[in-house]
């Protein structure tokens, strides 16, 4: 049950601080997660919150602070691959435990269309968010200017176009992860190694496809020969394996650049007759946990931490809406290989 403050109201800033032992503005900053606070105040300040069952007036602190307390996700990507990729659906799983917990709103905003854009452009340049998390993979995608001319802190997913100058970018070791793949095929005695790209005209895409060019050597036209766009759905994982299948006949491995993608790959395996891995090795990307551990075999692939990186992206935009001075820069997180039955 709350107690309520000496005066018979709901309990005020100035009975916090009272409690704590410190002024007004202090218990303040404390409250708003400043770090010019000492250890001792902000034990006693939150002490006292807990004794009293303070609950600030999110109203009024808006209007003192022009916080709304609220951070946009924002999705560039048409809808029905938001809701069919697993990928997504962990992402936003993701953000919003974290945001949650720093006790922040998330505001889920998807946008693919010319209109979506412009709304989305007036929205987050009106107030009604205090940052955003930004997923803008593909090339030429129009919310990416929109973005730099924002009047708020943004934080970027994976590596935009463009020049990453002024940027806060957290990515994974896309082309490691790559090579990681590709060279465990190798390793395994496998002499015809195929890959299965995302689309091209994503980053991630493109550095995993040349982490597999390092590993296997391949020239332009060899790349050609060898690899297939499987456009990052199931669907197109399993057109790109059967293209690869009449095109290689005697592939022997396969680096598919996600799980999703990898589900589809394996799907026309079966239909061709083939066995993994005895017939054909495979390895995935992502790791994803609803599907890699669950393939039929199971499915060895490169683990890029998804909700490492979404947190990453929470704590760095959280440290710029507290004013720290934090240089712009692109934040790499490693990738690693698990291994499962499947190669």
Known sequence: MSVQSHSGTRPTLEDVAAKAG???????????????????AHEAVTAAVLELGYQPNQAARALVTRRSGAVAVVFS???????DDPHFAWLI??????LADADVQMVLMLVHSTQ???????????????GALLFAPHKGDQLLSVARKLPLPVVHAGRPWGSLRGLHTVDH????????????????GRKKVVSITGPLDEHSAMDRLNGWRTAVGADD??????????????????????????????????????????????????????RV???????GFDDHPMIAPHTKPALTSV???????????????????????????REVLPTVLVRRESA
């Open 77 to 83: 990507e048409p809808e029905p691959k938001i809701f």
């Open 173 to 188: 070791d896309n082309e490691g992860g790559g090579l990681l793949a590709t060279e465990h095929l190798i390793s395994l």
């Open 277 to 283: 891995p005895q017939d054909v090795a495979i390895v």
């Open 116 to 130: 979506d854009q412009a709304r989305a452009e007036r929205f987050l340049a009106g107030g009604h968010v205090d």
């Open 22 to 40: 410190v002024s007004r503005a202090t218990a303040s900053r404390v409250l708003n997660a400043s770090p010019r606070v000492s250890p001792e």
């Open 93 to 98: 799983r993701s953000a919003a435990r974290s």
């Open 221 to 274: 036209e060899t790349t050609a020969l060898m690899t297939a766009d499987g456009g990052f759905s199931r669907e197109g994982g399993r057109r790109a394996m059967e293209a690869l299948l009449a095109r290689v006949p005697d592939l022997d491995a396969a680096f598919v650049a996600s799980d999703y993608m990898a589900e589809g790959a394996l799907d026309a395996l079966r239909e061709a007759g083939k």
């Open 303 to 329: 683990r890029q931490d998804t909700n490492a990186q979404v947190r990453h992206m929470v704590t760095h935009l959280l440290r710029l809406l507290r004013g720290e001075k934090i240089r712009a820069r």
